[in-house]
C-alpha cells in the first residue's frame, strides 16, 4: 500500500520559514515526478512546484518562485518544500502528489495524480 505523510506545517508570522516533509512508503519516490499542491479554503487546488525523475529539474508557479524549493532526499524516500519569505497568501493545506506518466506539470486536480497524502496545514498570519 502506498502512503504519503507530509508534515512540517504550523501557524507562522508573514516572512517566516517553514519546511515542509513528504515522507513515502511502498514506493519509491525517486523514480516519479512529484508535485507539491496547496488549498486554501474555499478555494480550488493551486499547483505549486514540481521535481522530475532522473534530473530532479524543478519548476515553480510564479506566486512562489524565488521563494519555495524543493528537493527530495532519496535515501530517506522523503520529498521536501522549503518555504522562505512566507506570505499570508500562503497559507493553506499543502499536499505531496506522485505523477503518473500522462500527469503534465501544473494540473490542480488530484485526481489527475496516482497518490497524494493527507495534507499538512500551514497558516500565515500577523
Known amino acids: 500500500e502506498v502512503q504519503l505523510v507530509e508534515s512540517g506545517g504550523g501557524s507562522v508570522q508573514p516572512g517566516d520559514s517553514l519546511r515542509l516533509s513528504c515522507v513515502a512508503s511502498?514506493?519509491?519516490?525517486?523514480?516519479?515526478?512529484i508535485s507539491w499542491l496547496r488549498q486554501a479554503p474555499g478555494k480550488g487546488p493551486e499547483w505549486v512546484s514540481a521535481?522530475?525523475?532522473?534530473?530532479?529539474?524543478?519548476n515553480y508557479a510564479s506566486a512562489v518562485r524565488g521563494r519555495f524549493t524543493i528537493s527530495r532526499d532519496n535515501t530517506k524516500n522523503t520529498l521536501y518544500l522549503q518555504m522562505n519569505n512566507l506570505k499570508p497568501e500562503d497559507t493553506a493545506k499543502y499536499f505531496c502528489a506522485v505523477h503518473r506518466i500522462t500527469t503534465a506539470w501544473g494540473m490542480t486536480d488530484l485526481d489527475e495524480y496516482d497518490h497524494w497524502g493527507q495534507g499538512t496545514q500551514v497558516t500565515v498570519s500577523s
Open positions: 521535481i522530475a525523475t532522473g534530473t530532479n529539474k524543478a
Open positions: 511502498g514506493l519509491t519516490l525517486e523514480n516519479y515526478d
